[in-house]
């Protein structure tokens, strides 16, 4: 397709000069590092302090002493208390960490239950509310849900029991009459993080309850006080991969979860999910839990049961949790099948739109639907084409009661205040929706598909400024050849975590390409030399994931490349090696 190779511009990310110098007043920071970090909104070295100590305390979190209040009476007197979870990984590394605080804490009266996503949808629906009476529950705790729950909260309510929302997702007009909420998101929350995700807040609730039984004198010989550090490597991995903007406070807990994984101090579950993914967990970087444990551990809520991410992480037992793990690596293989068939569906029905109107009138987005697909893996099949298009998109795939869509969406459109206002226009017209500024979820009837269909791209095509649709590419600049060594990928490691807000240095540069070959059927593995060339320097490495889907074998001899410099660990040796992200003739060089 024509789309699928379009020309990017590539600019070089703002750097403020003051933060620029401010860093470079610091001995120990480089004068690469300090442009990297500048452009990063970093002002001075005391900045790159990422220790416990700067965590933002709890005071101004919303709603957190009424939770911990209600918390702390149910541990107190063994009041049954069942966590309602969600199927993601957000929410698993949510539902274990609470559940592993609240054991180690003394409480042996608790439970959860994870919501089916094909059966009983998201968050805490009156019927969840239902199964959590049958099971005795007298406190209802939700963790990564909640805030749009004003039916399920109700009837748990009606029930007689107690709930408590903790959630981080932008919250309705109208919220639950829950009996306490901590949201940082909420209107008039004074909390400075917006970003956490819900197991940052579900964190931040559990440290507080801790902080609440320690002054009424629980802890003691035969119940010692646990350490929240504890947990802190399934509070990175919930961060990092529900894609939060890594702020200085996300930052923080983080890089500490990744400390305390290199040190060998990880939950069985997250070591085992590791090795499955062939990661070392001595040299685990935010990228691994983002793009190799975080896969897995969504692929059983993509395609079965969340129940088996939930009870990996939990699991005391090493090898019980490789078994698991075993598991979660099969499921997501199969996740990657199923992708790339809905994948190939996809493209093949847009490149009979384009033949018929993309040349003329190219859409503001794209609105797409197929009996065949899975709706554990629409999301995916989203931002995969969001990416390649960069158009907003919405995928839905049939459901129990219609059907189901996963919408994702670009810098500068708000994919759910869009919805909101398709759905004050169409009042109807959408089951439910509820989601972040650049992914969301929503629920149709299969008679409305064309009617939401036209109202999406009207107000996608009002909503989008014309510079929204360029495709820019912000780098960090380029690299001279001498810094193309491994030396320099050492060093930029060192900076992270990295993440979304604070993404991995990129660079861009001219290269000519020395040899090409396909591997793994889609991707190019490279041999390349800075152009013009420098020297005799040795070629350099070169990688490109997914490089035929985009057209990239078509790009000739001479290229204009964005890419990162990554290790290459083989068979005991290291290579450098760059991982290219944009790759584009250079004209008249052939």
């Given amino acids: 397709m024509a789309a699928t190779n379009m020309m990017r511009r590539i600019r070089r990310r703002p750097v403020a000069e003051e933060h620029r110098q401010a860093l470079l007043a610091d001995q120990a920071i480089s004068p690469l590092a300090a442009r990297i970090l500048a452009g990063r909104g970093v002002r001075d070295a005391a900045d790159l302090d990422l220790g416990l100590q700067r965590l933002h305390p709890a005071t101004e979190l919303g709603g957190l002493d009424r939770a911990v209040a209600l918390l702390a009476t149910a541990v107190e007197r063994d009041q049954r208390i069942v966590v309602v979870g969600d199927f993601d990984a957000d929410g698993a590394t949510s539902c274990a960490l609470t559940l592993l605080a609240l054991r180690a804490m003394g409480h042996r009266s608790a439970s959860y239950i994870v919501p089916n996503r094909f059966s009983g949808g998201y968050g805490l629906s009156p019927a969840i509310a239902d199964h959590a009476h049958e099971q005795g529950a007298e406190l209802l705790l939700t963790v990564d849900n909640g805030v749009s729950s004003i039916d399920g909260v109700a009837r748990a309510r009606a029930l007689g029991l107690r709930v408590i929302v903790t959630d981080h997702h932008l919250p309705p007009p109208r919220l639950p009459d829950a009996d306490a909420m901590v949201n940082p998101n909420l209107v008039g929350d004074g909390f400075p993080s917006k970003n956490l995700a819900g197991v940052g807040v579900i964190f931040y609730v559990l ?10 004198g629980w802890f003691g010989p035969q ?3 646990p350490s929240m550090a504890d947990w802190l490597d399934l509070v ?4 990092v991969a529900d894609v939060v903007p890594l702020d200085r406070n996300n930052r923080v807990l983080v890089e500490q979860g990744l400390r305390r994984i290199r ?9 085992a999910l590791l090795e499955v993914a062939g990661r070392d967990p001595s040299r685990v970087t935010a990228a691994d839990l983002g793009f190799a444990v975080g896969p897995r551990l969504n692929a059983a809520g993509r395609l079965e049961d969340m129940a088996i991410g939930i009870e990996c992480l939990l699991s005391d037992d090493s090898r019980q949790a490789a078994g698991k793990a075993a598991e979660l690596d099969e499921l997501n293989r199969q996740r990657r099948s ?4 809905m994948e190939s569906d996809a493209l093949a029905a847009l490149e009979k739109l384009e033949r018929v109107q993309f040349e003329a009138s190219p859409p503001a987005g794209f609105c797409l639907f197929d009996p065949a697909w899975h709706q554990g893996v629409i999301g995916i099949l989203a931002s995969r084409l969001r990416e390649r298009f960069h158009r907003p998109v919405i995928a839905f795939a049939l459901a129990e009661d219609g059907l189901k869509g996963s919408a994702r969406s670009i810098p500068g459109l708000h994919i759910r205040d869009l919805l909101e206002r398709i759905n004050a226009g169409n009042p109807g017209l959408i089951a439910k929706f509820g989601g972040h500024a650049a992914a969301a979820g929503l629920s149709l009837a299969m008679s409305d598909l064309e009617r939401f269909r036209q109202a999406f791209l009207e107000h996608a095509e009002e909503s989008l400024e014309p510079e929204m649709l360029n495709q820019d590419l912000l780098t960090d600049g380029s690299l001279a050849a001498d810094q193309l060594s491994l030396g320099t990928v050492e060093s930029l490691h060192a900076l992270g975590p990295w993440g979304k807000g604070f993404p991995e240095p990129s660079f861009d540069g001219r290269f000519e390409i020395l040899q090409r070959r396909v591997v793994g059927g889609r991707h190019l593995r490279l041999d390349l ?6 020297g005799h320097a040795a070629p350099v490495e070169a990688i490109a994931f997914r490089a035929l889907d985009r057209g990239w074998d078509q790009c000739g001899r001479h290229v204009q490349l964005v890419y990162r410099p990554d290790i290459n660990r083989w068979q005991g040796r290291r290579r450098l090696q760059l991982i290219v992200e944009h790759m584009q003739p250079v004209t008249g060089m052939e």
């Avoid at 199923?338 to 068939?341: A, F, R, T, Y």
């Avoid at 030399?529 to 420098?534: A, D, G, I, N, T």
């Fill in 207 to 216: 440290a507080g309850l801790r902080s609440a039984l320690r002054e009424a």
């Fill in 223 to 225: 119940r010692p006080q």
């Fill in 236 to 239: 990175a991995l919930g961060t």
């Fill in 263 to 271: 040190a060998g101090r990880a939950r069985p579950g997250v070591l």
């Fill in 338 to 341: 199923i992708e790339q068939d």
């Fill in 529 to 534: 030399r800075p152009s013009p060339p420098v």
